[in-house]
């Protein structure tokens, strides 16, 4: 993994942000925010059933991202650009779906927030975490069909994502 040029992804920077947005707004905001006219809206905890629903989100999002990972192997980064001996994988998570890990992130973050808060934060930071996962695949996307040309077969026969 080359950590350096990671860190020159602004994908990765922005996936940063997202975490530290969802890890401190899920359990603070509806806590200790007021906002006043949507403060119905948001700034409540829901009932534990709800919030165990959430709980029940956070282990498939969890084994997605570590099967993902698993079948990456040597191949995982965190930025958009393949390793300079990177090869293409089809296998594994990889057969289902061209993005796992992004989308176990998503049902992660979601689950995490609706454990924390409340539905309607889950559902728009759970939109926004999927929103930024399809954007952040796109741009791997083009840069794996520069590097692999068999990407575009595996595309046509691989959904983008579970989610």
Do not use: C
């Not at 594994?92 to 998503?106: C, F, Q």
């Amino acid at each position: 993994m080359d950590l350096a040029k990671a860190a020159r992804d602004p994908w990765v920077w922005g996936q940063l942000a997202l975490f530290l947005l969802v890890g401190l707004a899920a359990p603070l905001l509806p806590r200790h925010l007021n906002l006043g006219s949507a403060d119905f809206m948001v700034n409540r905890v829901d009932p534990a059933w709800i919030r165990w629903l959430g709980a029940g989100l956070i282990g498939p999002g969890a084994f997605m991202m570590v099967w993902g990972i698993r079948s990456l192997g040597g191949n995982l980064t965190p930025g958009t650009e393949p390793l300079p001996r990177a090869e293409l994988i089809t296998t594994g998570a990889y057969a289902h779906a061209r993005h796992p890990i992004y989308a176990g992130v998503v049902l992660f973050l979601t689950g995490y927030t609706l454990a924390w808060s409340n539905w309607t934060l889950a559902l728009l930071l759970g939109f926004i975490a999927l929103q930024y996962f399809k954007g952040k695949a796109g741009a791997e996307e083009k840069r794996l069909l520069e590097r692999f040309p068999a990407y575009m077969t595996y595309r046509r026969q691989v959904p983008r994502q579970v989610i």
